[in-house]
């Protein structure tokens, strides 16, 4: 067998155990109320149009995790911070919980430096361009707890218009 054929099937023998998991998320943001429950609900239509797309890609391994969050369609010039939260989306904007937290601040929600840094929860700013599309990603050295992470949500960002800076723009259900 050729040299370069064989190391092109060397990846096909490796045993699914050490490939890192991966979980993709391709969606168009829906509003909550649609017939079929949406993957991803806009709850500020104005920053993230129901049709505006999102792409998420999730690698885990035993000591990290990676996300990557893609978007298209949404507001032009914009930052949104995104953080991973514990509960999924929902019409509620709030039925998404807190973010999830490496190490659980007994005091909620949680303001303490020690709890909410970039270190202990997943966390990232979506910078969009002109056209409305940006992308981010973020990486921590752990893995979440199996079934406590579900859901990303962006976050509204630097004012504008009716919103505050702290309010749940759009929601997109993950499988962590």
């Not at 806009?42 to 995790?65: C, E, K, Q």
């Amino acid at each position: 067998m050729p040299a370069l054929l064989a190391a092109s099937l060397i990846p096909l023998a490796l045993p699914r155990s050490v490939l890192p998991p991966a979980t993709v998320v391709d969606a168009d943001f829906d509003p909550a109320t649609a017939f079929v429950p949406p993957t991803a609900i806009s709850h500020a239509p104005d920053l993230v149009p129901y049709g505006a797309h999102v792409h998420v890609t999730v690698v885990r391994a035993p000591d990290r995790t990676t996300v990557r969050v893609e978007l298209s369609g949404v507001a032009a010039s914009h930052e949104f911070p995104a953080h991973v939260h514990t509960g999924r989306c929902g019409a509620d904007p709030a039925l998404s919980g807190p973010h999830y937290q490496h190490l659980v601040d007994p005091v909620q929600p949680s303001t303490d430096l020690a709890y909410a840094n970039d270190r202990n929860e997943l966390r990232m700013t979506v910078r969009t361009d002109r056209s409305g599309n940006g992308s981010a990603s973020a990486t921590v050295g752990w893995a979440p707890r199996a079934g406590e992470a579900k859901s990303i949500v962006l976050h509204a960002g630097t004012p504008a218009g009716p919103h505050a800076a702290s309010d749940r723009a759009a929601c997109v259900n993950v499988g962590f």
